[in-house]
């Protein structure tokens, strides 16, 4: 396993935008696929975005489809996930995790239980 630093939470009105960012505290590290996920006060933990590092496909919780983007670096080994038109019910706590899990399909990577390594999580706040 690896540890997992996100970056780039925040406070923001509903409407706006934040950007987060995700990388490995201290060494490099190869996985098959990153992805985002979320927990609100009193609620599981929810997928919200994955990306395969080799081929760059990506996936999307329906609930934030057309307004969050998941991209790769593959030269600095970061995964970043741009949030706009933000709202207050996006309010939770977002966790990075990576896969090396080699899975076919789009389902596997939509399950936290295929992700081995996260972070520590960086809250994130809409108000309305």
Same mark, same amino acid.
């Given at each position: 396993?690896?540890?997992?630093?996100?970056?780039? !939470?925040?406070?923001? /009105? +509903?409407? @706006?935008?934040? $950007?987060?960012?995700?990388?490995?505290?201290?060494?490099?590290?190869? #996985?098959?696929?990153? !992805?985002?996920?979320? /927990? +609100?006060? @009193?609620?599981? $933990?929810?997928?919200?975005?994955?990306?395969?590092?080799?081929?760059? #496909?990506?996936?999307?919780?329906?609930?934030?489809?057309?307004?969050?983007?998941?991209?790769?670096?593959?030269?600095?080994?970061?995964?970043?996930?741009?949030?706009?038109?933000?709202?207050?019910?996006?309010?939770?706590?977002?966790?990075?995790?990576?896969?090396?899990?080699?899975?076919?399909?789009?389902?596997?990577?939509?399950?936290?239980?295929?992700?081995?390594?996260?972070?520590?999580?960086?809250?994130?706040?809409?108000?309305?």
């Amino acid at each position: 396993q690896v540890q997992l630093v996100e970056s780039g !939470g925040g406070l923001v /009105q +509903a409407g @706006g935008s934040l $950007r987060l960012s995700c990388g490995p505290s201290g060494r490099t590290f190869s #996985s098959y696929a990153m !992805g985002w996920f979320r /927990q +609100a006060p @009193g609620k599981e $933990r929810d997928f919200v975005a994955a990306i395969r590092w080799s081929a760059g #496909s990506t996936y999307y919780a329906d609930s934030v489809k057309g307004r969050f983007t998941i991209s790769r670096d593959n030269a600095k080994n970061t995964v970043n996930l741009q949030m706009n038109t933000l709202k207050p019910e996006d309010t939770a706590v977002y966790y990075c995790a990576s896969s090396t899990q080699r899975c076919i399909g789009s389902r596997c990577y939509q399950t936290e239980e295929t992700f081995d390594s996260w972070g520590q999580g960086t809250q994130v706040t809409v108000s309305s």
